[in-house]
């Protein structure tokens, strides 16, 4: 893991966290750090101890006389006491040892009701810190809770850390609990150079058995939007400190410190993944599909709901041999293509489309043997269906049922046109279509339907420069405006104009992405008031949710990201790495929800 300058000293513990978690924590152990002070155990101190005998000396405790002189004083009283008045008496000397202070760190929690959200996350950071403390002066660390029976803990890995926060209880701290927590540690065979005591409205510690003791306080601010920490006894004061950033804190609460995921989630499969084909999401965000390498068809994953405790189930979907595929989609479970068969096009799993003569290559721009499959939106009832596919020169073509009556004068059995220079799509439901397309320089949203409902289209302004629209609140463009995002020009810096509901037709936010990362998809999650980029990063290894003024990474791959596909409706997020993974990962929920790892093999794709 790459850690800034700043963070290197707790490198140790930083690395139990997903990349994304680090600049949080970061923050917090970069900001309390100064309220620790110096370490009280590193000092020599106490009443010195003897250690054997020294040397002999003139001056001293009679208790140490030497017994020659004893002996003088039997049998030459006169002479001891003229000894005794001019300072001529020897004594032993001994050899003495200061004593070494204590080296042990102990850390006392409240976890009770007071403590609850940012406070928490203040904990996690203070076990680092103190931690940290520990190890570089060479001391023991020890942690416990103060409602809990007397017991110390050590901390060698981040179970513990999600032990402390499982530790929540809705009991506040009493004197009792302190003066229990007293006893255990003053019969301790080893006292504790600095014990701290950690919460709000804690026991005072004034009258404590215990040496050492400190306390840090922590509690809302005034206005609840932030932390205050203050330290006593001390002289310093108090420190503010600003709530973390709300997903990676939430994250932190729950004890997902980096994307794990469940072994019943974890697949692995000897068949071969294509890696360059992107993963397909079906309209439901319930499966996913990946294309074979070494036969024509798919392997379609069912997604585990969250906290499914039974293993993914999944299957293979072949289509004939011969065949090539220019377009696939995955309603639910059911894969379905456009194929490509001698001088016809085939609609497999697509009921009711029949085949089609194939248009030549200056009517539909779909070419064969590429690895690159066309996008596709697939509408259907119970009475017919509609397939369209966006082509490589932005021609939105169809096939529709024979028994489509929808459309006057269209036949069935042949490929039509319903746009040219489409610039994206997105399927609403089994019924519309949105997409963008550019007209005589401007640029428009339209809607497309099974039942030929009319729509007015939405004009955008200006067009020439668009080169790609994503779409996302596709609950709104159900029969309305919904919230897409418009990229202009070409660059290492994509430039990005968003539209919502409330704000068009005026823009609602321009956002210009770092250098050499990619947007993806568009995310509205409901609680947020403005809509965010899903983009790769630079790295190609970490995915981000970007918006004005706020970038947060979402998750971060081991190895380079290939391929990714993103459904806004559902936010689940897949994609393919370099070391032949499939991951599945629930922006609503920050959770990875499946991992398929590939066949390992080195091949190059055909």
């Known amino acids: 893991m790459q850690l800034p300058e700043s963070l290197q000293p707790w490198r140790q513990w930083l690395e139990w966290f997903a990349p994304e978690l680090v600049p949080t924590l970061g923050a917090l152990l970069g900001c309390i750090s100064p309220l620790l002070g110096p370490f009280k155990g590193a000092q020599q101190g106490g009443v010195p101890e003897p250690d054997g005998l020294g040397d002999l000396r ?73 931690a940290r403390r520990a190890a570089e002066h060479g001391a023991q660390f020890r942690w416990g809770v103060l409602q809990q029976e007397p017991e110390l803990f050590e901390l060698h890995s981040s179970s513990q850390l999600r032990r402390l926060l499982d530790a929540r209880t809705y009991t506040a701290v009493t004197e009792v609990h302190w003066q229990r927590w007293q006893a255990v540690l003053a019969e301790s065979p080893e006292a504790a150079s600095e014990c701290w005591l950690v919460g709000q409205r804690l026991p005072a510690a004034t009258s404590s058995r215990v040496e050492g003791v400190r306390v840090l306080q922590i509690q809302q601010g005034l206005f609840g939007e932030a932390l205050e920490l203050q330290v006593q006894p001390s002289g310093t004061a108090p420190i503010v400190l600003p709530l973390p950033d709300a997903a990676a804190g939430q994250r932190l609460l729950k004890g997902q410190f980096v994307n794990e995921v469940s072994v019943e989630a974890h697949i692995a499969t000897s068949e071969r993944i294509s890696l360059t084909s992107p993963p397909l999401i079906s309209s439901a965000g319930t499966h996913v599909a990946v294309r074979l390498l070494d036969e024509p068809g798919l392997l379609v994953y069912a997604i585990p709901r969250a906290g499914q405790k039974k293993s993914a189930k999944f299957k293979r979907q072949l289509w004939p041999r011969g065949a090539t595929p220019l377009s696939v989609v995955l309603q639910n479970r059911q894969a379905g293509a456009v194929l490509s068969v001698g001088d016809q096009l085939r609609f497999w799993q697509l009921p009711r489309i029949g085949a089609v003569s ?68 997105a399927r609403i439901n089994d019924e519309v279509l949105v997409y963008a397309s550019r007209s ?89 008031e403005q809509p965010s980029l899903v983009v790769i990063g630079s790295d ?31 936010t689940i997020l897949a994609l393919i790495t370099e070391a032949r993974e499939l991951l599945v990962y ?21």
């Open 440 to 528: 005589a320089g401007q640029l428009f949203i339209r809607h497309v339907t099974l039942n030929a409902t009319r729509y007015d289209s939405y004009a955008l302004g200006e067009g020439s420069e668009v080169t790609q629209v994503l779409f996302s609140s596709l609950p709104f463009w159900r029969r309305r405006f919904g919230s897409c995002a418009v990229q202009y020009g070409h660059g290492r810096r994509e430039n990005w104009t968003l539209f919502s509901h409330d704000s068009h037709p005026q823009p609602l936010a321009r956002l210009e992405l770092a250098p050499g990362c990619k947007a993806i998809g568009l995310l509205h999650e409901v609680e947020s």
């Open 58 to 130: 003139q001056r001293g405790s009679y208790e140490r006389l030497l017994t020659s002189e004893w002996l003088l004083a039997d049998e030459f009283a006169d002479e001891f006491l003229r000894r005794a008045s001019s300072g001529e008496h020897l004594f032993l000397a001994p050899e003495l040892r200061a004593r070494q202070a204590s080296r042990l760190i102990v850390v006392l929690f409240d976890a009770g009701p007071l403590q609850l959200g940012g406070a928490r996350l203040v904990h996690l950071a203070l076990m680092i810190l103190l």
């Open 358 to 425: 194939r248009p030549s290559r200056e009517e539909l721009l779909a070419p064969v043997g590429t690895a690159t499959l066309l996008p596709a939106v697939y509408l259907r009832d119970f009475r017919h269906s509609r397939l369209f596919m966006l082509t490589s020169d932005r021609t939105l073509a169809f096939w529709m049922t024979p028994s489509d009556k929808s459309l006057n004068a269209v036949a069935p059995d042949i490929t039509h046109y319903l746009d040219r220079d489409v610039l994206g799509m």
């Open 586 to 606: 629930a922006v609503s929920e920050r959770q990875v929800r499946l991992k398929v790892q590939s066949n390992r093999k080195e091949q190059v794709d055909g």
């Open 540 to 570: 190609e290894k970490s995915v981000l949710l970007v918006k004005s003024g706020q970038t947060q990474v979402l998750f971060t791959a081991t190895t380079k990201i290939l391929r990714v596909s993103f459904c806004p409706d559902s």
